[in-house]
């Protein structure tokens, strides 16, 4: 590969990112520090092959991932930005609906990854809600105990939600769908990126998606239009949200708390 020119992208606090320009063509290279996020730019390589391999979205090729002394790197494909086609809402919803179609035996992955730069744990497990407790929200209770945040009645709370939570087969999920993770494309198409996959309930990208916002509803309208979301999914959306809120909770600080705790006392 020879280099012609690099430039910083915006990569967040967690990786160094540069758009490569080279005589074969222009890639994104991603680096970090390889002893504080080990195998994190292998597992990114594997949840975007597995984007790949199971939806119609438009999803970076890996070129290459690897470490060098003491620093990680993953060598992406560039896809140039561009405005969304007038059936962007369509084509979203048809992709996202075909990728959570994508199913399992089990809830879980066959390696762990992150989400943001926290590790994400999955464990095999037979059930949407030993899932949901054990391989998400357990974790990030426990890692917001040792941040000196302490949380009344878990035990209740868990029985409590393991009632509410639907039980659906395993989708394939994106698993950090918020709009700084998809983009359209020069022709238009939806792209994904930085992902945390797991086969997990699907909801739990739904509502990511309604986290921050970002997202038409169209999109929604269109992808329950052709995968009907179960009864009662938006009285669902904090049980879900709640993950997300942990994560940025113990990624940002006490700002999320106020959300944490709504969604704790609404099944409590």
């Given at each position: 590969?020879?280099?012609?020119?690099?430039?910083?992208?915006?990569?967040?606090?967690?990786?160094?990112?540069?758009?490569?320009?080279?005589?074969?063509?222009?890639?994104?290279?991603?680096?970090?520090?390889?002893?504080?996020?080990?195998?994190?730019?292998?597992?990114?390589?594997?949840?975007?092959?597995?984007?790949?391999?199971?939806?119609?979205?438009?999803?970076?090729?890996?070129?290459?991932?690897?470490?060098?002394?003491?620093?990680?790197y993953l060598i992406l494909e560039y896809i140039s930005p561009g405005n969304p086609s007038k059936d962007f809402s369509e084509t979203f919803a048809a992709a996202?609906?075909?990728?959570?179609?994508?199913?399992?035996?089990?809830?879980?992955?066959?390696?762990?990854?992150?989400?943001?730069?926290?590790?994400?744990?999955?464990?095999?497990?037979?059930?949407?809600?030993?899932?949901?407790?054990?391989?998400?929200?357990?974790?990030?209770?426990?890692?917001?105990?040792?941040?000196?945040?302490?949380?009344?009645?878990?035990?209740?709370?868990?029985?409590?939600?393991?009632?509410?939570?639907?039980?659906?087969?395993?989708?394939?999920?994106?698993?950090?769908?918020?709009?700084?993770?998809?983009?359209?494309?020069?022709?238009?198409?939806?792209?994904?990126?930085?992902?945390?996959?797991?086969?997990?309930?699907?909801?739990?990208?739904?509502?990511?998606?309604?986290?921050?916002?970002?997202?038409?509803?169209?999109?929604?309208?269109?992808?329950?239009?052709?995968?009907?979301?179960?009864?009662?999914?938006k009285e669902r959306i904090p049980l879900w949200q709640l993950y997300y809120l942990l994560v940025h909770l113990n990624l940002f600080g006490s700002g999320y708390?106020?959300?944490?705790?709504?969604?704790?006392?609404?099944?409590?």
């Amino acid at each position: 590969m020879e280099l012609i020119d690099s430039k910083p992208l915006s990569g967040g606090d967690i990786n160094e990112v540069f758009l490569l320009k080279c005589e074969e063509g222009n890639f994104v290279v991603k680096l970090n520090n390889a002893s504080k996020f080990p195998k994190m730019f292998e597992a990114e390589a594997k949840g975007l092959q597995l984007l790949k391999q199971n939806s119609s979205f438009k999803i970076p090729e890996v070129i290459a991932n690897g470490m060098d002394q003491n620093i990680s790197y993953l060598i992406l494909e560039y896809i140039s930005p561009g405005n969304p086609s007038k059936d962007f809402s369509e084509t979203f919803a048809a992709a996202l609906a075909a990728l959570h179609k994508t199913t399992a035996d089990h809830f879980g992955l066959d390696h762990h990854n992150h989400i943001g730069s926290l590790p994400q744990k999955n464990c095999l497990s037979s059930s949407s809600y030993e899932f949901y407790i054990t391989q998400r929200l357990e974790p990030q209770f426990k890692m917001a105990a040792e941040k000196g945040f302490h949380f009344k009645n878990l035990d209740e709370f868990y029985k409590n939600i393991s009632e509410e939570i639907p039980r659906e087969p395993p989708a394939l999920v994106h698993g950090d769908l918020w709009n700084g993770n998809y983009m359209a494309s020069e022709t238009g198409e939806p792209v994904l990126i930085d992902p945390a996959v797991a086969f997990a309930p699907r909801e739990m990208d739904i509502t990511m998606m309604k986290l921050f916002g970002g997202f038409s509803e169209e999109i929604f309208s269109n992808y329950n239009t052709i995968f009907p979301l179960g009864e009662g999914w938006k009285e669902r959306i904090p049980l879900w949200q709640l993950y997300y809120l942990l994560v940025h909770l113990n990624l940002f600080g006490s700002g999320y708390l106020q959300q944490v705790n709504s969604a704790i006392k609404k099944y409590s």
